[in-house]
């Protein structure tokens, strides 16, 4: 069984904003895949998917935490269901990447995301699979309105195709592709973009 998350925050005023990339791959993902957060537990909503096309279902989960317990969710489920880290795909925003840009990684620190950081405080292990959507860095310095803000115009269609390309990314994962030809692919493919 695998265990994808896509981080964000929750409730209505936060919907689409640059925070919550991670959550809007994850819901892409679950159309893709046939999948719906039906479940409410474990601080997160959440769902599990038996798709044939997959040769492991796969749960699927937003914590509903706030963005700086992320872990709170994630690790109990993961417990729960007796999952790995290596099991788990983390999908969330990243200031350091060029706006529109995915890049996925086997592993690897936090690069100061406080609910990436939070996850792995809680496992004790930084060994995660992650896509990370490039939300671009702020214009005046001001981080939390930024990522707390709502792109318009151009900002909101590449970052529009940039969590397509994740949700697709993360089907192949769900395929039982090889991970590192996964990577290889999208990062060069969000690059072109």
Not at 23 to 38: L, P, Q, R
Not at 106 to 133: A, L, V, Y
Request: hydrophobic residues 35%; charged residues 25%.
């Amino acid at each position: 069984m695998k265990l994808f998350v896509g981080l964000g925050n929750p409730g209505k005023e936060y919907e689409w904003t640059r925070h919550n990339m991670g959550f809007i791959t994850i819901e892409k993902f679950a159309d893709i895949a046939g999948g719906v957060f039906d479940r409410n537990d474990f601080k997160g909503e959440y769902g599990l998917i038996k798709n044939p096309a997959f040769p492991e279902p796969i749960l699927i989960l937003k914590p509903q935490t706030f963005m700086n317990l992320s872990g709170t969710s994630v690790k109990p489920l993961a417990d729960f269901y007796k999952l790995n880290p290596e099991d788990i795909v983390i999908v969330y925003d990243d200031m350091a990447l060029p706006e529109g840009s995915i890049r996925l990684r086997p592993d690897g620190s936090s690069g100061g995301h406080k609910g990436m950081q939070n996850i792995i405080e809680q496992f004790g292990t930084d060994k995660f699979k992650r896509i990370r959507i490039g939300i671009g860095e702020p214009p005046h310095n001001d981080s939390i309105n930024y990522v707390l803000g709502k792109p318009k115009g151009e900002s909101q269609e590449v970052l529009d195709e940039a969590t397509s390309l994740a949700a697709k990314a993360l089907r192949d994962i769900g395929f039982g592709k090889d991970f590192t030809r996964i990577m290889n692919q999208y990062n060069t493919a969000a690059k072109k973009g």
